[in-house]
Structures are given as structure tokens and as C-alpha cells.
Antibody, heavy 120, light 110 residues
Framework: QLQLQESGPGLVKPSETLSLTCTVS??????????WGWIRQPPGKGLEWIGS???????YYNPSLKSRITISVDTSKNQFSLMLSSVTAADTAVFYC????????????WGQGTLVTVSS | QSALTQPASVSGSPGQSITISCTGT?????????VSWYQQHPGKAPKLMIY???NRPSGVSNRFSGSKSGNTASLTISGLQAEDEADYYC??????????FGGGTKLTVL
């Protein structure tokens, strides 16, 4: 059974960089059949796609966040990561990692989510 | 990219049917059969309910169905049950190789 688990600091100061990791278990992140993605949800608000990544390193980013985000993969650890720079209070959200089938644009498996608060 | 448009809320009584709409453009919903729907209960991660407009993942009740006409996709839930009360989100692939979500719809079972 595939499982995804987000991890990282729950509190980040304004103007700093938010860093999260998604650890994949029960499956290989290097499988050629899947993309991996990040989605966020501010408290009481809707879902926002952040970006997606293929194990080879190919990435697709939300245009509204593109200048501030980096998504990368560490196949040796079966993990992928998100970095979001220059954060403000508006970046406070629950962050989810998820898996997509290659060429098919839906999120079939999700992590439980982790809340990141931006505050001094 | 702009979020897809969903009604903020819908409601129905147990046993009834409801439909949630999701309106986009020809660059997303109307241009591709890559619309999906997610159910989210409070404090939980979203759950995939419909993918590629009409397909149900294994384990999802056949009371849930999806359709699309032009730039608007729809999720229909028949035989409403109390457990269906949740937030529902649509999403679509877009012409610039991104994914966009709808603003979400709160379903209340009366």
C-alpha cells in the first residue's frame, strides 16, 4: 500500500525559505509510471496546485509561484522536496504531497498533510 | 491561471440527488478530458472520487458520477447520505501543462 508522508518545520519566519520533504513508502519514486506533486490549502480556503515532478527531475510549476519554488527529488531516499522562498503570512497553509499517473492529471494518492505557519 | 468556478455551497436531503458544477475555459475543462473531483472531510486529506471526467476509482460508490459539457464539468451524487457531507473540489489539466483546482463547494446534507 502506497503511503506518502510530509515532514518539515511547522513554523517559518517571514522572508525565510519553507522546506518540506515527502517520503514515499510502499512504492518507488523512480518508477517511470508516475509524477509526484505538491498541493497547498490555506486555513479555511481551497486547494492550490504548487507543482509536479518526474523522477528524472522534470518539473512543472504553478505560474503564480514559479519564481519562488523549487521541487526536487532524491531517489536514493525515495523522497521529493519543496522549497518556497520569501514566505509571507499568505503562505500559511496545509501542504500535501501526492502521486499522479504519468500523462494522467489526477492525484490518486495523498499524504495526510502538514500545517506550516509563517509567523515571526 | 484562474481557479475553476464552483458554487460555494449546495444542499440536499437524504436520498435526493445533487449536482455540483465546475466551470472553466476552453484552455482547461473544455479542452481536455482531464477533469477530476475530490471529496474532503474536515481535517482530512482530499480523496479522489472521479477522474478523467467520468471514471470512478475502485472503492468509490456508484452513487457518484461525473460528466462534462463544453467548458463545464459536473459531479452528481445520487441517493444522498449523511456521510457525503463534505467539501468537493474539481480540478483540470490546462493548456500550459499545469493543474488548476476549483474554489470548492460545501455540500450540506439536510
Amino acid at each position: 500500500q502506497l503511503q506518502l508522508q510530509e515532514s518539515g518545520p511547522g513554523l517559518v519566519k517571514p522572508s525565510e525559505t519553507l522546506s518540506l520533504t515527502c517520503t514515499v513508502s510502499g512504492g518507488s519514486i523512480s518508477s517511470s509510471s508516475y509524477f509526484w506533486g505538491w498541493i497547498r490549502q490555506p486555513p479555511g480556503k481551497g486547494l492550490e496546485w504548487i507543482g509536479s515532478l518526474y523522477y528524472s527531475g522534470t518539473t512543472y510549476y504553478n505560474p503564480s509561484l514559479k519564481s519562488r519554488i523549487t521541487i526536487s527529488v532524491d531517489t536514493s531516499k525515495n523522497q521529493f522536496s519543496l522549497m518556497l522562498s520569501s514566505v509571507t503570512a499568505a503562505d500559511t497553509a496545509v501542504f500535501y504531497c501526492a502521486r499522479l499517473l504519468l500523462g494522467r492529471y489526477f492525484f490518486e494518492y495523498w499524504g495526510q498533510g502538514t500545517l506550516v505557519t509563517v509567523s515571526s | 491561471q484562474s481557479a475553476l468556478t464552483q458554487p460555494a455551497s449546495v444542499s440536499g436531503s437524504p436520498g435526493q440527488s445533487i449536482t455540483i458544477s465546475c466551470t472553466g475555459t476552453s484552455s482547461d475543462v473544455g479542452g481536455y478530458n482531464y477533469v477530476s473531483w475530490y471529496q474532503q472531510h474536515p481535517g482530512k486529506a482530499p480523496k479522489l472520487m472521479i477522474y478523467e471526467v467520468t471514471n470512478r476509482p475502485s472503492g468509490v460508490s456508484n452513487r457518484f458520477s461525473g460528466s462534462k459539457s463544453g467548458n463545464t464539468a459536473s459531479l452528481t451524487i445520487s441517493g444522498l447520505q449523511a456521510e457525503d457531507e463534505a467539501d468537493y473540489y474539481c480540478s483540470s489539466y490546462t493548456s500550459i501543462s499545469t493543474v488548476v483546482f476549483g474554489g470548492g463547494t460545501k455540500l450540506t446534507v439536510l
